[in-house]
């Protein structure tokens, strides 16, 4: 991150220099990674276990989805849960399992929503696929998806948050 600037101390500057602008410089860039300490990363498929297959409960990994959903809402999105828990359990070849939505019974931060949808997957690919059924307006498990989606309030300061979770013991650091 730049150090911040202080825009009086500029113009003074400026005016200091009577319209000379000093030559362009450059400075390396420091990026800071806002989504945690640290990337976890997937182990190589176990011996006997071809590329892109499942191996085992190890490489499980949980993507959790915290948001709120407006109160005049509720109903449709109870309503839809019951209707609809069938079709997004029934998760296509390729596409995250669907686990199902929680109501938060408690939480220590509030910003984290008080619905909680969870989806259980073995690799990263099957985020890509689950985006490509969502956008499939042919595919009812999709399309299932973008519905339960739409339920979030939209107002940016609603809870929300997004979670990938992966066992410690299949992780390389």
Avoid: C
Avoid at 27 to 39: A, I, K, M, T
Avoid at 44 to 70: D, F, H, I, K
Avoid at 100 to 108: A, K, M, W
Avoid at 139 to 153: H, I, N, S, T, Y
């Amino acid at each position: 991150m730049s150090d911040p600037i202080d825009p009086a101390g500029a113009a003074e500057a400026l005016l200091r220099a009577q319209g000379h602008v000093p030559p362009a410089s450059a400075v390396p860039l420091v990026s800071v990674v806002r989504s945690g300490e640290q990337f976890l990363i997937l182990p190589p498929p176990a011996a006997g276990v071809a590329a892109g297959q499942p191996a085992g409960t190890l490489n499980r990994m949980l993507l959790e989805w915290g948001y709120e959903v407006p109160r005049e809402h509720y109903a449709r999105f109870l309503d839809f849960l019951r209707d609809n828990h069938a079709t997004l359990s029934d998760s296509p070849p390729g596409a995250p399992r669907y686990l199902g939505t929680f109501t938060v019974f408690q939480q220590s931060e509030r910003s984290l929503g008080s619905f909680r949808t969870l989806w259980d997957f073995q690799q990263l690919s099957q985020m890509e696929e689950m985006s490509a059924k969502v956008a499939d307006a042919a595919d009812p498990w999709g399309q299932a998806v973008k519905e339960l989606m739409g339920f979030r309030d939209p107002d940016y300061t609603a809870g929300r948050s997004q979670v990938i979770l992966q066992l410690a013991a299949a992780t390389i650091l």
